[in-house]
């Protein structure tokens, strides 16, 4: 379970926080019991801040699961998040591989089970954009422009956005969050002069982490499913789901 209080912006002062919830808020506004947001928390489905025994989560986080449809079942773990996202992501020419791969320079498609066929294959788009949120926490960073690019740059980081010249999204490992973090001076903030690190937590095999020099095309349209701006929500949901009949399509002829 993450602990913003870890990482070195974080303030533990509750009276010094804006914009955030208690947990049987979270609750109220979700229609969840308190146990099921701390099992969302948990699943690294929601961020959340200790503050003292209880935890606090940002309003923009709860708005943002609010857009998705509630996923019936147990939350997926990142690492089958990773998984599917990587399956994604590849082309329908790939190798056939029992793994992700890749090493090599050749481009390899995972092979699927039938039980993760079902999970990427049989639910609707939103249903699979929310289950998919657990493939990282949002810590959204206040940085110069030139300083943001300087951390693009790090080998710890890898920068996501879909192509865009210089994107305001990255991805880092969270063994890592806490060097970036010291070593670019980041402190949390929203709005003008931001960018977003997404956190990926502990326990994704290492083959299936974003890898450098940009996170794949699901993950990217992830990316843009969570940003509060409506028509980018929007074009993250249509691109994710032209990816989802793409990659259900390879699986159905390779079978």
Known sequence: ???????????????????????????ALLDRTPQAVRDLIAAGALPARRIGRAFVVPRGEVERLQRLPRPTGR????????????????PPDAVPSAGAGGGDGTRRRIALSP????????????????RLEVRAWRAPVAIAA??????????RVVPSGGGLAVTTDAYVAAAELSAVVERYGLRAGEGTGAGVL?????????????????????AAAMDA???????????????????QRRA????????
């Open 1 to 27: 379970m993450r602990d913003w209080t870890a990482t070195a912006w974080s303030p533990t002062d509750p009276s010094s926080i804006d914009g955030v919830l208690t947990v049987a808020e979270v609750a």
């Open 75 to 90: 939350p997926w773990s990142p690492a089958v998040a990773w998984e599917l996202l990587a399956v994604l992501s590849t």
């Open 115 to 130: 039980a993760r066929r079902r999970q990427l294959c049989e639910r609707d788009v939103g249903e699979l954009a929310a």
């Open 146 to 155: 030139g300083r943001w690019r300087q951390l693009l740059d790090d080998a």
């Open 198 to 218: 997404r956190v990926v937590p502990t326990g994704v095999p290492v083959d299936l982490m974003p890898r450098r020099p940009r996170a794949g095309e699901a």
């Open 225 to 243: 499913v969570d940003d509060p701006d409506t028509d980018r929500h929007s074009e993250g949901l249509a691109r994710l789901a032209r990816l």
């Open 248 to 255: 259900c399509a390879a699986v159905a002829v390779s079978r």
